[in-house]
């Protein structure tokens, strides 16, 4: 932890070496993508969208071999590491897997101190307070997703793991923004099936909302579990609402008019057409 002016960060270095999450990778990071990542945070805050920030930024000695088009041409590039900081690194992943392999007790330990720590107006005695904190990610989830559309950024990689349970921007890979609109465009050569191309990151939030539905659900009694289903059939309409206010503003529309909806439409088809 890093505490400044009473706030608490957690820092993690990218890059440095395997860790017990590495999985079959290296853990190591290059210097392109290192930079990319300081730069883009930073912006990312600055544009007052909710992210994780970069400390700093170390060239490493040693060499990492990357296929960096994924077409079996591996070269040799320098390392590089990162340190970056958020508010917390915990994800719907994070609660995905303890779900999954049953660990329930752990799960409810460790969803309770993610409340206490991040979610100061969830009271911890509060019966439904599992269902507050869905409520709070469902509606900051559909939030942030809105403002990536609103600069065109496109994540790259937007399954469970890389999705924050605090709803800021998290783990900047294969991320890109676009040129002009194109709701096609995808920063990540390896996403073949256009999964996560920029016209699909709503639905894809859907998704995950979805699944970390699934993992609260054993921890929800009966109508706690239809109370949320029904928060989760609001997102879009949430999403919707808060895409529209951006765009007015970009444009700015004052006030309401049944035909503010079709000229934001309009011009996007428009920039994609030319």
Request: proline share 3%; charged share 25%.
């Amino acid at each position: 932890y890093f505490c400044r002016h009473g706030e608490r960060w957690e820092l993690q270095l990218k890059g440095s070496g395997k860790t017990p999450y590495s999985r079959n990778g290296d853990g190591r990071a290059v210097l392109r993508s290192s930079v990319r990542e300081f730069l883009c945070s930073e912006a990312m805050h600055h544009l007052g969208i909710p992210t994780s920030r970069a400390a700093s930024l170390v060239v490493s000695d040693d060499d990492v071999w990357r296929d960096q088009f994924y077409n079996g041409n591996i070269k040799k590039e320098r390392g590089a590491i990162v340190l970056r900081l958020a508010k917390s690194w915990f994800r719907i992943g994070s609660l995905e897997i303890l779900a999954h392999s049953g660990e329930l007790d752990l799960l409810r330990r460790l969803l309770d101190f993610i409340i206490q720590e991040h979610f100061p107006s969830i009271a911890m005695n509060d019966s439904n307070r599992y269902l507050e904190f869905f409520s709070t990610v469902v509606s900051e989830t559909s939030n942030l997703i809105s403002l990536w559309m609103s600069v065109g950024f496109a994540h790259g990689v937007c399954n469970t793991d890389n999705f924050s349970l605090l709803s800021i921007t998290i783990d900047y890979g294969p991320f890109g923004f676009m040129d002009s609109y194109d709701p096609d465009f995808v920063p990540n050569t390896s996403d073949d099936e256009r999964r996560y191309k920029i016209g699909n990151q709503a639905s894809v939030g859907l998704f995950n909302l979805s699944k970390l539905l699934q993992a609260l659900k054993p921890l929800l009694d009966p109508r706690q579990k239809q109370l949320a289903s029904q928060i989760l059939e609001g997102y879009g309409e949430h999403y919707h609402s808060r895409f529209t206010e951006l765009f007015k503003t970009k444009l700015g529309l004052l006030g309401e008019n049944e035909n503010d909806n079709y000229l934001i439409a309009f011009l996007l088809k428009v920039s994609f057409l030319c």
